[in-house]
């Protein structure tokens, strides 16, 4: 059984705490994306009034935030230090995917959130469309963390697969070993 690192889990905590995130918003996303009938008056109320609450937030949330996603990038630098071939491929990939999540989250996220709360849609992008925007961006971005969970679990079942093959080579290794030295003998 591969062991596996303290980093990773420094990776997949954290991936998890963020899908779980993404997650409680999806109630008031849903309205916006996946009905196909126009939201109501009150219903875009309520999705403005959720993400107002959240971009109003205590400063102690965004920091838990922040220090959740910094603690995934710490994981990824601690596996990518000196890293295996595994490391690169799989860990190389999930950190290209865990930078678009946090891109995502900078650009349209953060931004979403602080246009939805002003109230100042602007003229080429209105209410509507703002709010599926934000909406998206989450889905786009719990997809993306999705995919880094996969690749850690492929490199975990990877590593696996390779330790049982070294280990099959190993004992195939000592019957044949064991049936030089056996066959050498003269037997009574």
Known sequence: ????????????????????????????????????????APTLAAIESHYTQLHHAPPIIPRVLHI???????????KLYKPSESNMLFDGAS???????????????????????????????????????????????ALVLVGVLVLQSGQWYAEKKEEQEVHGLKLKEERERDERRGGGKKKN
């Open 95 to 141: 950190l290209v995917l865990y930078m678009i999540a946090l891109v995502m989250y900078g650009t349209n996220v953060v931004k979403g959130m602080r246009i939805i709360a002003s109230g100042d849609y602007g003229e080429e992008v209105g209410r509507v469309d703002s709010l599926r925007v934000v909406a998206a961006s989450q889905v786009i971005i």
């Open 1 to 40: 059984m591969p062991k596996v690192s303290f980093a990773t889990f420094l990776i997949i905590c954290p991936t998890c705490f963020l899908l779980g995130s993404i997650f409680t918003n999806w109630t008031f996303d849903h309205a916006t994306l996946w009905t196909s009938l126009p939201p109501t």
């Open 68 to 78: 959740t996603i910094g603690t995934g990038i710490l994981g990824f630098l601690v």
